[in-house]
C-alpha cells in the first residue's frame, strides 16, 4: 500500500497516510501540482510557513528500469509567484519509491535559526537536529550525512544559497556516485526548503534490491526488457551516451539561436570551443567519463565527468544549457571555466540556468565584466557569504534588471529562459510563455523537431503537444530522453502501468491527465494573481531583432492566448 | 545557370578523414537536400541538415551559394 509522509517542520512532527484514491493515478508532477492546488491557498507567501514543499517520484519509479525514477519538486515558486515543478534525476526518487513512498508533503517552518534533517525509511521518519551542517555547501553535507547514514542512501540537500532563501537555489539531489549534482533547480525549490528550516532529506537504503509493490512482475519484466532494448538500439540514445546533452550547442548556434552576451546575439565562431564534440575529446583525451548514469539504471547515460588536465574531477555534469548561460552568454568559452562555474553552482546548490541569466544582465549592466573568469568565481563567493551583490545575483535575472535597469532581460514570469533564443526557436518561446512553469525549456522543447524553427507557423501546436508529452512522462518519473522511445514503446509503457497497478490505461487516458494537470496549474496561477499578461515574451524581444537572421518573436499574442482552449 | 552549383558544407561529425569538416562543394544542378545527404552517406542516422541556417524540406532544391550544414540532433534536459 503506497503512502504519502507528511512533515510539518512547525510542529516537528510527521505521519504517514494512506494514499487518497483521488491520487492513485497520479505521479510526479501530476501528484505535485494536484496536492499544491488541492491543499495550498495560491495566494500564500512562498517563504512563508503556509506554502507546501512537495516531493514525488513518478508513478513507474522505484525499479532499475531506466531513467524512471526521477524526482519531482512542486511548490508556489518565491521566483515566478505561480506553481512550480522543478524535475531532476539522482537516487532520491527511486529511494523514495522503494520505501513505498507516493509523496513526501513538507509544511509549516521551524523556528527561525533552527535546522533539520529528516531521516526517511519504510515506514519511519525522524527528524535530527541539523546545526552541524548549517553554512556547507552540498558536498560537505553530502559527506558528513553519507558517513552517518550509509554511502546507498540517497540525499536531497540544500547548501548557502537554500539556507538563504535565494530564488536561485534549489535542491540538490545525489547520484549513484554520491555527487550532490543532479538539482531540481529551476523556481527556487530549494529557498522553499531553506524557509522550512530544512537542510535535507535522507532517503536510507531498503536493505535489499526492493521495488515497489508490482501486481504482475513477469508481465513488468517482459515489458521493460522490451522497453531496454529499443533504448539500447536507439540512435539519439548512443548520441547522448557519447556527446552527452552539449552538442546541442553546435545546433543551436549554427540555428542562430544561442543566447551570447546576455542574449544579444545569436551566433558566435567562438562558441566552437565549447561544443559537444571538443567536450567528449577533451575528457577522453584527460580520461573523464564521457558518459555516466546520473541515476542508478540509467542506460541513456547522458550525464558526464570534466576533469582537469591532471585528470582530477572538477565537475558533474557539463550540460548544455549549463554551457550556454554560464558560458556563451558570459562571453567565456572555455571549457575548464564553465566546469569550475558548475561544481560552485552544484555546491551553492544554485540553478546554473537562473544564474548564469542573472550574471549576464549584471554583466549589461557594467556591474559585472563580460568574459572576465576571475569576476565570476568572485561571484559566486559573494552568493555563497550573502554580500549585497551575491543576493542580487541570488535572487534571479528580473531582479537583476530590475535593480540595475537593464529592460533586456530574458525571463517570463521572473524565470530567465534557457538556452534557446525564442526569437529563432520560436516553438521554444510559445512553451516559455504559455507554460505555467515560466521560461522552463523542459516543460516542452521542440528543439528537436525538424521544422523551419524561425517560421513562426504551427509552433503554437508543437508547444502544446511537447508540453503534454513532457508532463506525461514528468508524471511517469521517466526522463524526457526517454522520448527518443516513448513512441515506439508506448504499449510497453502502458504494459508496465498494468504490471504494476493491476489496471489498464489509454494513451488519451494518459494525456488527459497531463492535460488536465496543465489547466489546473494555470488555474492556480491566475488565483495567485499571474493574469494572462504573464503569458508573453518580453516586449523587447518582439522588438529587437537578433543577428545574425534579424528575427523577432512573432507568434500572435492570440495564438498564444488559444493553445489551451481546445482538447 | 550551369550544370554544377557551389556550396559550403560544413558536417559537424566525423567526415573525410577528419574530426569535421567545412569546405566549398561543387553538386549537381538539380540536386536536393535529401539528395545531397544521400550523396554524403553519412554514417550516423538521424542527422539535422540546416539549409543558410534554416530547416528546409528534404526535396528542397540547392542555389549557387547555398550554405548546408550536417549536425548531429540533440537537445538538452
Known amino acids: 500500500m503506497e503512502q ?23 505521479g510526479g508532477r501530476a501528484l505535485t501540482s494536484r ?22 517520484p513518478g508513478l513507474l519509479s522505484g525499479s532499475i528500469v531506466s531513467s524512471s525514477s526521477r524526482i519531482s519538486a512542486g511548490a508556489k515558486s518565491p521566483l515566478t509567484g505561480g506553481i512550480k515543478e522543478s524535475n531532476s534525476g539522482g537516487n532520491t526518487g527511486w529511494r523514495l519509491a522503494q520505501h513505498g513512498l507516493r509523496a513526501v508533503i513538507i509544511d509549516g517552518a521551524a523556528p527561525v535559526g533552527q535546522w533539520f534533517i529528516a531521516v526517511i525509511s519504510r515506514g519511519e521518519c525522524r527528524l535530527e537536529a541539523a546545526g552541524d ?25 540544500i547548501g548557502p544559497a537554500g539556507e538563504q532563501r535565494m530564488n536561485v537555489a534549489g535542491i540538490c539531489n545525489t547520484d549513484p556516485e554520491g555527487r550532490p549534482s543532479r538539482i531540481c533547480a529551476r523556481g527556487g525549490m530549494g529557498a522553499v526548503m531553506g524557509s ?10 531498503p536493505g535489499a534490491n526492493i521495488m515497489p509493490d508490482t501486481i504482475d512482475l513477469p508481465m513488468w519484466r517482459e515489458n521493460a526488457k522490451v522497453y531496454a532494448k529499443e533504448l539500447a538500439t536507439s540512435p539519439a540514445i548512443a548520441r547522448y551516451r557519447n556527446f552527452g546533452t552539449a552538442s546541442t550547442l553546435e545546433l543551436v548556434n549554427k540555428l542562430g539561436g544561442l543566447p551570447i552576451r546576455n542574449f544579444s546575439r545569436g551566433q558566435d565562431a567562438q562558441a566552437e570551443a565549447i561544443t559537444g564534440l571538443q567536450m567528449a575529446e577533451t575528457i577522453k583525451a584527460r580520461g573523464g567519463q564521457t558518459s555516466h548514469s546520473c541515476m542508478t539504471g540509467c542506460a541513456i547515460q547522458c550525464s558526464n565527468v570534466w576533469v582537469d588536465p591532471q585528470g582530477k574531477e572538477v565537475a558533474s555534469s557539463m550540460e548544455f544549457e549549463t554551457n550556454t548561460l554560464l558560458g556563451a552568454n558570459l562571453e567565456i568559452f572555455d ?60 535572487a534571479g535575472a528580473a531582479t537583476v534588471g530590475r535593480v540595475l535597469g537593464v529592460r533586456e532581460v530574458a525571463s517570463v514570469k521572473g524565470q530567465v529562459m534557457a538556452a534557446y533564443d525564442p526569437r529563432v526557436i520560436k516553438g521554444n518561446g510559445v512553451t516559455y510563455a504559455t507554460s505555467p512553469m515560466g521560461a522552463d525549456h523542459t516543460a516542452g522543447n521542440t528543439i528537436g523537431a525538424k521544422v523551419d524553427h524561425l517560421d513562426p507557423q504551427g509552433k503554437v501546436a508543437l508547444s502544446r503537444e511537447l508540453q503534454i508529452v513532457s508532463t506525461v512522462l514528468d508524471m511517469l518519473g521517466f526522463c524526457v530522453f526517454a522520448r527518443a522511445v516513448y513512441a515506439t514503446t508506448a504499449e510497453q509503457f502502458r504494459g508496465l502501468f498494468a504490471a504494476r497497478f493491476g489496471r489498464s490505461i489509454t494513451d488519451d487516458e494518459i494525456r488527459a491527465i497531463a492535460t488536465e494537470t496543465i489547466r489546473r496549474e494555470i488555474a492556480f496561477n491566475r488565483a495567485a494573481g499571474l493574469g494572462p499578461a504573464t503569458d508573453r515574451i518580453p516586449e523587447w524581444m518582439r522588438t529587437t531583432p537578433l543577428r545574425p537572421h534579424e528575427a523577432v518573436f512573432d507568434v500572435p499574442d492570440e495564438e498564444l492566448d488559444r493553445i489551451w482552449a481546445t482538447d | 545557370m550551369g550544370d554544377r552549383l557551389s556550396i559550403r558544407l560544413e558536417v559537424y561529425l566525423p567526415f573525410r578523414g577528419r574530426r569535421m569538416w ?9 540536386t536536393t537536400l535529401a539528395g545531397l545527404l544521400d550523396a554524403l552517406a553519412l554514417p550516423e542516422p538521424d542527422l539535422a541538415i540546416l539549409l543558410n541556417g534554416r530547416h528546409r524540406p528534404p526535396e528542397t532544391l540547392l542555389s549557387d551559394g547555398d550554405e548546408v550544414a550536417v549536425l548531429r540532433q540533440s537537445e538538452g534536459g
Not at chain 1, 35 to 56: F, H, S
Not at chain 1, 133 to 156: C, I, M, P
Not at chain 1, 196 to 205: F, N, P, Q, S
Open chain 1, 335 to 394: 571549457f575548464d571555466a564553465i566546469a569550475r562555474f558548475t561544481k560552485e553552482c552544484n555546491d551553492l546548490g544554485i540553478d546554473t540556468i537562473e544564474t548564469g541569466g542573472a550574471m549576464g544582465v549584471a554583466m549589461a549592466a557594467g556591474a559585472l565584466p563580460y568574459g572576465d573568469v576571475a569576476a565570476v568565481i568572485d561571484a559566486f563567493g559573494q552568493i555563497r557569504t550573502g554580500t549585497v551583490l551575491g543576493k542580487l545575483l541570488g
Open chain 2, 22 to 30: 567545412r569546405g566549398a562543394e561543387e553538386v549537381p544542378a538539380g
Open chain 1, 133 to 157: 551542517l548549517v553554512g556547507l555547501g552540498t558536498y560537505d553535507t553530502a559527506t558528513r550525512l553519507f558517513e552517518r547514514f550509509g554511502a546507498k542512501s540517497a540525499l536531497a540537500v
Open chain 1, 35 to 56: 496536492i499544491l492546488c488541492d491543499e495550498l491557498d495560491p495566494t500564500v507567501d512562498a517563504l512563508g510557513p503556509n506554502n507546501k514543499l512537495v516531493l514525488a
Open chain 1, 4 to 26: 504519502i509522509l507528511r512533515l510539518d517542520m512547525g510542529t516537528l512532527t510527521h505521519r504517514f497516510e494512506p494514499l487518497p484514491e483521488a491520487y492513485a493515478l497520479l
Open chain 1, 196 to 205: 522550512k528550516g530544512l537542510k535535507a532529506i535522507v532517503v536510507r537504503d
